[in-house]
């Protein structure tokens, strides 16, 4: 999209020849609309014109010196020096760090990803809570959570992984703020189902295996079952292999979920002995469907255990097991902008 040919994003209208407004640039950039008032107030770097005397556009010009300002910044150097080099027009000069300096980590190794997945890397990269929580807030609103999940959280939480693993632990605290973020909206972005009196169906158990830790894949496959009508109880991390048999016991399920990040907590063991759980009166006993999640998983035989290839699968096995409508008109496995 042209700049000068931008969207108010805020009054909902077309602007010809106004530039981009504050919101729709800190959405370009990855930064939160804070952040660019703070640049303009502390270091001058606002928009040349304001429309009516008040309201920010911002040209491509004013963009180019916004961009090489986010570049300097995520490359370490401090802010009043990111600014006074980003004036000088792009490209922006090479600046090397002063050796005394704290300096903060590079891009991360993205790939073809959506463009709101890069804003989301960027933020996190630069320890902006402020637009790691906008940037979340923004995509689950609008391409709900199954695709936030697939296309912006899931790749973001990846490559900074994937940096942490070849950077040592320059990286902890990245790792550490976005996950933190994502499980605060994912949180927030699961709605409280009404009471629906005696339910036919038994709950959608989601639980972690019993040395496992992981848990926002399990976030989002609660928020996405809750956000579609179907109860959902969610155990964590690290269950216990008896509370879980107990908690099938007094549930009844429709369904259990149970989680491994990696090969060494996967049990077979405790998933056949899950699956084969039987509660009921005599004569109409039941047992649970079985749905092994995560990458532990792989490679082994899950005869009779159902292995989704991602949210999208899980959710739609799931509605169907519970009763309601596949959620297909809200998870696309690839949706580009």
């Known amino acids: 999209m042209d700049a000068m040919d931008a969207i108010d994003h805020e ?34 770097l606002g928009p040349a014109t304001r429309a009516d005397g008040r309201h920010r556009r911002w040209t491509p010009d004013d963009v180019a010196v916004l961009e090489a300002m986010c570049r300097l910044t995520s490359s370490g150097l401090p802010p009043a020096e990111a600014a006074r080099a980003a004036r000088d027009t792009a490209p922006p000069p090479a600046v ?34 402020t637009a790691v ?8 609103a ?36 976005l996950s933190w973020h994502v499980s605060t909206a994912l949180r927030r972005h699961t709605p409280r189902l009404a009471p629906s009196g005696t339910p036919v169906t038994g709950p959608v ?25 179907v109860p959902a109880r969610m155990f964590g991390s690290g269950v216990p292999a008896d509370a ?28 056949r002995h899950v699956a084969d759980i039987e509660w009921g009166v005599r004569g109409a006993r039941r047992q649970t469907l079985m749905m092994l999640g995560g990458p532990g998983w792989a490679g082994r035989s899950c005869s009779g255990m159902l292995r989704p290839t ?22 696309p496995a690839r949706v580009r902008a």
């Open 142 to 177: 609008e391409y709900g959570i199954t695709v936030a999940w697939q296309d912006v959280m899931a790749p973001a939480l990846h490559a900074v992984g994937r940096k942490w693993v070849s950077s040592g632990d320059r990286y902890i605290e990245v790792e550490h703020l």
């Open 244 to 271: 879980l048999a107990a908690a099938v016991r007094r549930l009844g399920p429709a369904a259990v979920v149970l989680w491994s990040q990696a090969r060494p907590t996967a049990s077979l063991p405790l998933a």
């Open 310 to 331: 991602g949210l999208a699968d899980a959710l739609d096995t799931l509605t169907a097991a519970y009763g309601t409508e596949p959620a297909r008109d809200l998870t």
């Open 96 to 129: 090397t760090p002063p050796a005394s300096r704290s300096r903060a980590p590079g891009a991360l190794p993205l790939g073809d990803v959506r463009q709101e997945c890069r804003g989301l890397a960027r933020a996190a990269v630069r320890l902006d809570a």
């Open 205 to 229: 158990l989601l639980a972690c295996a019993p040395d496992e830790q992981h848990t926002l894949p399990l976030e989002a496959l609660n928020a996405a079952l809750v956000q579609h009508g």
């Open 11 to 44: 009054a909902g209208v077309p602007v010809p020849g106004a530039g981009l407004t504050t919101g729709a640039l800190a959405r370009r950039l990855g930064v939160s609309p804070t952040t660019l008032r703070s640049w303009d107030r502390r270091y001058g």
């Open 133 to 140: 929580e906008e940037q979340l807030d923004g995509v689950v």
